[in-house]
Protein backbone atom coordinates (compact mmCIF):
# COMPACT_ATOMS: atom_id res chain seq x y z
CA UNK A 1 0.00 0.00 0.00
CA UNK A 2 1.23 3.52 -1.23
CA UNK A 3 1.73 6.54 1.17
CA UNK A 4 0.21 9.99 0.39
CA UNK A 5 1.25 12.63 1.84
CA UNK A 6 -0.91 16.12 1.57
CA UNK A 7 0.63 19.22 1.11
CA UNK A 8 0.81 20.35 4.41
CA UNK A 9 1.80 16.95 5.77
CA UNK A 10 3.63 16.96 9.32
CA UNK A 11 6.45 15.07 7.45
CA UNK A 12 6.78 17.51 4.59
CA UNK A 13 6.33 21.08 6.69
CA UNK A 14 6.00 23.79 4.47
CA UNK A 15 7.88 27.25 4.91
CA UNK A 16 6.12 29.75 5.73
CA UNK A 17 7.02 33.58 6.65
CA UNK A 18 6.90 34.28 9.81
CA UNK A 19 3.82 36.39 10.84
CA UNK A 20 3.75 40.00 11.85
CA UNK A 21 0.27 40.29 12.09
CA UNK A 22 -2.75 38.00 13.24
CA UNK A 23 -3.37 35.84 10.73
CA UNK A 24 -6.84 35.88 8.54
CA UNK A 25 -8.50 37.25 5.81
CA UNK A 26 -6.03 40.26 4.42
CA UNK A 27 -7.80 43.85 4.24
CA UNK A 28 -8.43 45.12 0.87
CA UNK A 29 -6.01 47.79 -0.77
CA UNK A 30 -8.03 50.97 -0.40
CA UNK A 31 -8.46 49.96 3.48
CA UNK A 32 -5.00 49.65 3.68
CA UNK A 33 -3.77 52.40 1.56
CA UNK A 34 -6.12 54.29 3.91
CA UNK A 35 -4.58 53.20 6.87
CA UNK A 36 -1.10 53.88 5.89
CA UNK A 37 -2.26 57.52 5.40
CA UNK A 38 -3.76 57.93 8.07
CA UNK A 39 -0.84 56.31 10.15
CA UNK A 40 1.69 58.67 7.86
CA UNK A 41 -0.47 62.13 9.36
CA UNK A 42 -0.53 60.74 12.83
CA UNK A 43 3.04 60.60 12.84
CA UNK A 44 3.96 63.48 10.80
CA UNK A 45 1.30 65.62 13.19
CA UNK A 46 3.09 64.48 16.70
CA UNK A 47 6.99 65.36 14.82
CA UNK A 48 5.69 68.26 14.41
CA UNK A 49 4.27 69.28 17.44
CA UNK A 50 7.36 68.14 19.28
CA UNK A 51 9.42 70.32 16.89
CA UNK A 52 6.85 73.35 17.64
CA UNK A 53 7.70 72.33 21.50
CA UNK A 54 11.07 72.42 21.17
CA UNK A 55 11.47 75.66 19.13
CA UNK A 56 8.74 77.69 20.45
CA UNK A 57 8.47 76.48 24.22
CA UNK A 58 11.67 74.44 25.51
CA UNK A 59 14.65 76.35 23.65
CA UNK A 60 15.49 77.93 26.54
CA UNK A 61 15.25 75.10 28.95
CA UNK A 62 16.22 72.04 26.87
CA UNK A 63 17.81 73.57 23.94
CA UNK A 64 19.95 74.66 26.32
CA UNK A 65 21.40 71.70 27.16
CA UNK A 66 21.10 70.55 23.56
CA UNK A 67 23.67 73.32 22.73
CA UNK A 68 25.79 72.50 25.77
CA UNK A 69 25.80 68.78 24.73
CA UNK A 70 27.24 69.48 21.44
CA UNK A 71 29.53 71.84 22.38
CA UNK A 72 30.98 69.24 24.93
CA UNK A 73 31.41 66.90 21.91
CA UNK A 74 32.97 69.31 19.49
CA UNK A 75 35.61 69.71 22.46
CA UNK A 76 36.39 66.07 22.09
CA UNK A 77 37.45 66.44 18.04
CA UNK A 78 40.41 64.68 16.79
CA UNK A 79 41.64 64.01 13.20
CA UNK A 80 40.35 60.42 13.44
CA UNK A 81 37.27 60.45 15.40
CA UNK A 82 36.76 62.85 12.39
CA UNK A 83 37.10 60.41 9.86
CA UNK A 84 35.37 57.56 11.67
CA UNK A 85 32.35 60.32 11.90
CA UNK A 86 32.25 60.22 8.30
CA UNK A 87 32.63 56.19 7.35
CA UNK A 88 29.74 56.60 10.28
CA UNK A 89 27.34 58.95 8.62
CA UNK A 90 27.22 57.73 5.40
CA UNK A 91 24.76 54.90 5.51
CA UNK A 92 22.19 58.41 6.42
CA UNK A 93 22.64 59.90 3.22
CA UNK A 94 19.74 60.19 1.43
CA UNK A 95 20.48 58.76 -1.46
CA UNK A 96 22.36 56.19 -0.43
CA UNK A 97 19.97 54.91 1.96
CA UNK A 98 17.40 55.13 -0.63
CA UNK A 99 19.36 53.01 -3.03
CA UNK A 100 20.11 50.66 -0.63
CA UNK A 101 16.32 50.11 0.10
CA UNK A 102 15.61 49.82 -3.16
CA UNK A 103 18.01 47.13 -3.67
CA UNK A 104 17.13 45.06 -0.79
CA UNK A 105 13.41 45.22 -1.28
CA UNK A 106 14.03 44.26 -5.06
CA UNK A 107 16.52 41.23 -4.17
CA UNK A 108 13.80 39.71 -1.37
CA UNK A 109 10.85 40.04 -4.48
CA UNK A 110 12.69 38.45 -6.60
CA UNK A 111 13.89 35.61 -4.81
CA UNK A 112 9.78 35.20 -3.09
CA UNK A 113 8.48 35.90 -5.94
CA UNK A 114 6.73 38.71 -4.29
CA UNK A 115 6.47 42.54 -4.51
CA UNK A 116 4.81 43.20 -0.99
CA UNK A 117 9.10 43.57 -0.15
CA UNK A 118 10.13 45.92 -2.45
CA UNK A 119 6.43 47.74 -2.05
CA UNK A 120 7.09 48.00 1.51
CA UNK A 121 10.60 49.85 1.06
CA UNK A 122 9.71 52.41 -1.41
CA UNK A 123 6.89 53.62 1.32
CA UNK A 124 8.78 53.24 4.13
CA UNK A 125 11.56 55.84 2.42
CA UNK A 126 8.55 57.79 0.58
CA UNK A 127 6.74 58.61 3.61
CA UNK A 128 10.45 59.00 5.88
CA UNK A 129 10.58 61.77 3.21
CA UNK A 130 7.71 63.54 3.87
CA UNK A 131 7.96 63.22 7.57
CA UNK A 132 10.93 64.86 7.32
CA UNK A 133 10.61 67.48 4.66
CA UNK A 134 7.32 68.26 6.57
CA UNK A 135 9.12 69.07 9.83
CA UNK A 136 11.74 70.73 8.92
CA UNK A 137 9.47 73.93 7.51
CA UNK A 138 6.92 73.55 10.08
CA UNK A 139 9.46 74.04 12.44
CA UNK A 140 12.76 75.44 11.43
CA UNK A 141 15.89 74.99 13.94
CA UNK A 142 19.42 76.03 14.16
CA UNK A 143 22.09 73.83 13.78
CA UNK A 144 24.20 73.70 17.06
CA UNK A 145 26.51 76.43 17.43
CA UNK A 146 29.24 74.93 16.62
CA UNK A 147 31.75 74.55 13.83
CA UNK A 148 29.53 72.39 11.43
CA UNK A 149 32.01 69.87 9.63
CA UNK A 150 29.00 68.70 7.18
CA UNK A 151 29.29 71.59 4.69
CA UNK A 152 26.85 72.73 2.40
CA UNK A 153 23.59 72.27 5.10
CA UNK A 154 20.68 73.97 5.23
CA UNK A 155 20.95 76.05 8.57
CA UNK A 156 17.68 76.23 9.90
CA UNK A 157 16.76 72.77 8.96
CA UNK A 158 18.90 71.32 12.67
CA UNK A 159 14.82 69.36 13.14
CA UNK A 160 14.35 66.22 13.05
CA UNK A 161 17.63 64.56 11.76
CA UNK A 162 17.77 62.79 8.08
CA UNK A 163 19.94 61.00 8.49
CA UNK A 164 19.14 59.04 11.20
CA UNK A 165 15.96 58.38 9.97
CA UNK A 166 17.31 56.99 6.82
CA UNK A 167 20.03 54.88 8.82
CA UNK A 168 17.07 53.62 10.99
CA UNK A 169 15.28 52.53 7.66
CA UNK A 170 18.35 50.74 6.61
CA UNK A 171 18.66 48.38 9.45
CA UNK A 172 14.57 48.10 10.22
CA UNK A 173 13.86 47.09 6.97
CA UNK A 174 16.62 44.43 6.58
CA UNK A 175 15.48 43.38 9.79
CA UNK A 176 11.48 42.88 9.39
CA UNK A 177 12.11 41.54 5.72
CA UNK A 178 14.59 38.48 7.26
CA UNK A 179 12.22 38.02 10.19
CA UNK A 180 8.87 37.25 7.33
CA UNK A 181 11.49 35.84 4.78
CA UNK A 182 14.12 34.55 6.37
CA UNK A 183 14.03 33.39 9.90
CA UNK A 184 17.63 31.59 10.42
CA UNK A 185 19.36 35.06 9.09
CA UNK A 186 17.04 37.43 11.46
CA UNK A 187 20.00 37.30 14.15
CA UNK A 188 22.80 38.48 11.30
CA UNK A 189 20.95 40.94 10.39
CA UNK A 190 20.70 42.56 13.75
CA UNK A 191 24.23 43.47 13.56
CA UNK A 192 22.90 46.25 11.51
CA UNK A 193 21.45 47.54 14.50
CA UNK A 194 25.16 49.69 15.25
CA UNK A 195 24.02 51.90 11.71
CA UNK A 196 21.35 54.44 13.28
CA UNK A 197 23.42 54.19 16.47
CA UNK A 198 26.57 55.23 15.13
CA UNK A 199 24.93 57.58 12.43
CA UNK A 200 23.27 59.47 15.45
CA UNK A 201 26.33 60.01 17.18
CA UNK A 202 28.48 61.12 14.16
CA UNK A 203 25.98 63.06 13.22
CA UNK A 204 26.15 64.84 16.89
CA UNK A 205 29.36 64.80 16.62
CA UNK A 206 29.62 66.62 13.22
CA UNK A 207 27.41 69.42 14.66
CA UNK A 208 24.52 69.02 11.89
CA UNK A 209 21.91 68.38 15.05
CA UNK A 210 20.51 68.35 18.66
CA UNK A 211 20.67 65.57 20.60
CA UNK A 212 16.92 65.75 20.33
CA UNK A 213 17.03 66.41 17.16
CA UNK A 214 18.42 62.51 15.93
CA UNK A 215 15.95 60.60 19.27
CA UNK A 216 13.23 62.35 17.47
CA UNK A 217 14.07 60.55 14.15
CA UNK A 218 15.27 57.15 15.77
CA UNK A 219 11.33 57.01 17.39
CA UNK A 220 9.76 58.92 14.53
CA UNK A 221 11.53 56.41 12.19
CA UNK A 222 10.75 53.34 14.26
CA UNK A 223 7.18 54.09 14.55
CA UNK A 224 7.12 54.75 11.00
CA UNK A 225 8.43 51.09 9.74
CA UNK A 226 6.73 48.93 12.34
CA UNK A 227 3.13 50.51 10.90
CA UNK A 228 4.30 49.99 7.56
CA UNK A 229 5.57 46.22 8.03
CA UNK A 230 1.83 45.43 9.92
CA UNK A 231 -0.14 46.89 6.93
CA UNK A 232 2.18 45.74 4.19
CA UNK A 233 4.22 42.38 4.92
CA UNK A 234 1.49 40.99 7.05
CA UNK A 235 -0.53 40.79 3.67
CA UNK A 236 2.08 37.93 2.49
CA UNK A 237 0.10 35.12 4.38
CA UNK A 238 0.25 31.46 4.57
CA UNK A 239 -3.00 29.38 5.49
CA UNK A 240 -3.38 29.02 8.99
Do not use: K, N
Not at 32 to 38: E, Q, Y
Not at 95 to 110: C, D, K, P, Q, R
Amino acid sequence: MGWVFSPRSPSRPLPEPLDIAARGHPRSWPVTVGLLGAGWVAVTAVVVAWGWLLTEHLEGSLGAVDDDLTRWIAGQRTATLTALAEVAAYPGGTVVGAWVLLIVGLAVSALRRTWLPVLFAVVVEAGLLGIYFVATYADPRQRPPVRILDPGLVPDHSFPSGHTGTATAVFLVAAYLAWTYARPAHRWVMVLAVLPIACATARLYQGAHHLTDVLTSLVAASVWITLVARLVLSRDRSPA
